[in-house]
T-cell receptor, first 111, second 115 residues
Framework: EAQVTQNPRYLITVTGKKLTVTCSQN?????MSWYRQDPGLGLRQIYY???????DKGDVPEGYKVSRKEKRNFPLILESPSPNQTSLYFC??????????FGDGTRLSIL | KQEVTQIPAALSVPEGENLVLNCSFT??????LQWFRQDPGKGLTSLLL?????REQTSGRLNASLDKSSGRSTLYIAASQPGDSATYLC??????????????FGKGTLLTVNP
């Protein structure tokens, strides 16, 4: 089954404790992206990647890092999380003119 | 800068009714437009994708239309059911996006179908 898998689904942590949200897709898509969803603000892009070792900033990249060492994986790294990064995060992947596929989301709470 | 607006923000209808959700966008230079469904606490499920050269797409009881020149899309749901209750999101991918397939999302329409 074609899918985008995110882990963890839920995480409560404290300010400053580094964390990584993993994202993996099994569709051999070249394009992957991270979004965050906040009430009243909708979904906003954080980072994207067009292929292995190619990443670039989206609209709200501050406080985040990404890497793309393998085609299937695109982890999101919060080096020093802060409360304003409390949000619902989605990973997406796509290829060419095909629909974008989204993961089930990761709800992060940073205290 | 592309802006996507969805009206209404919320809609409540009785079961069996046909309904239309609206999406408008400010920049007509789009590559495609995608409709998603989001259930509470869940991810986004792609419903329909309309390429910029297309006028409409259909899947089951769903029909999406695109009028690029006027910056509008509609999602038509026939014979609505309680299971259709969810938030429906419209998203556009820019033509000039180059290597970024970034989607610009509307804020969604919360649909409630009452039994």
């Amino acid at each position: 089954e074609a899918q985008v898998t995110q882990n963890p689904r839920y995480l409560i942590t404290v300010t400053g404790k580094k964390l990584t949200v993993t994202c993996s897709q099994n569709m051999n898509h070249e394009y992957m992206s991270w979004y965050r969803q906040d009430p009243g603000l909708g979904l906003r892009q954080i980072y994207y990647s067009m292929n292995v070792e190619v990443t670039d900033k989206g609209d709200v990249p501050e406080g985040y890092k990404v890497s793309r060492k393998e085609k299937r994986n695109f982890p999101l790294i919060l080096e020093s999380p802060s409360p304003n990064q409390t949000s619902l995060y989605f990973c997406a992947s796509s290829q060419g003119n095909q629909p974008q596929h989204f993961g089930d989301g990761t709800r992060l709470s940073i205290l | 800068k592309q802006e996507v607006t969805q009206i209404p923000a919320a809609l409540s209808v009785p079961e069996g009714e046909n309904l239309v959700l609206n999406c408008s966008f400010t920049d007509s230079a789009i590559y495609n437009l995608q409709w998603f469904r989001q259930d509470p606490g869940k991810g986004l499920t792609s419903l329909l994708l309309i390429q910029s050269s297309q006028r409409e797409q259909t899947s089951g009881r769903l029909n999406a239309s695109l009028d690029k020149s006027s910056g509008r899309s509609t999602l038509y749901i026939a014979a609505s059911q309680p299971g259709d209750s969810a938030t429906y999101l419209c998203a556009v991918r820019p033509w000039s996006g180059g290597s970024n397939y970034k989607l610009t999302f509307g804020k969604g329409t919360l649909l409630t179908v009452n039994p």
